[in-house]
């Protein structure tokens, strides 16, 4: 069975960083692409960023592009999201997904498998 657990999420300032990991297990970790999406209060779940499975192809949505970094280590089985630059806006609960299609790293909920509990991150003003 994939479990998919966050950590990392909490309280920042505007213009701060927080770094947000994923630990997976129960599955080959290697043979997927891996996502992050996030999540406001009373809003639909939106697509943040993506990798594939080797880290070679990464995808960002266009609201954090330039601020946020999605990487991976594959012996750890673990996926990250580096946020700096951190907005209001960034608030949100933020789950990682994973997608074991084989398919390039996608922005669409649609395609992930697996996904974790969600961890919290809210950034004030």
């Known amino acids: 069975q994939v479990q998919l657990v966050e950590s990392g999420g909490g309280s920042a300032q505007a213009g701060g960083s927080l770094r947000l990991s994923c630990a997976a297990s129960?599955?080959?970790?290697?043979?997927?692409?891996m996502g992050w999406f996030r999540q406001a209060p009373g809003k639909e779940r939106k697509f943040v960023a993506a990798?594939?499975?080797?880290?070679?192809?990464?995808v960002y949505g266009d609201s954090v592009k330039g601020r946020f970094t999605i990487s991976r280590d594959n012996p750890k089985n673990a996926v990250y999201l580096q946020m700096n630059s951190l907005k209001p806006e960034d608030t949100a609960v933020y789950y990682c997904?994973?997608?074991?299609?084989?398919?390039?790293?996608?922005?669409?909920?649609?395609?992930?498998?697996?996904w974790g509990q969600g961890t919290q991150v809210t950034v004030s003003s």
């Open positions: 990798v594939s499975w080797n880290g070679g192809r990464t």
């Open positions: 129960g599955r080959t970790f290697s043979n997927c692409a």
């Open positions: 997904a994973g997608d074991w299609s084989t398919a390039p790293p996608s922005p669409l909920i649609s395609e992930y498998d697996y």
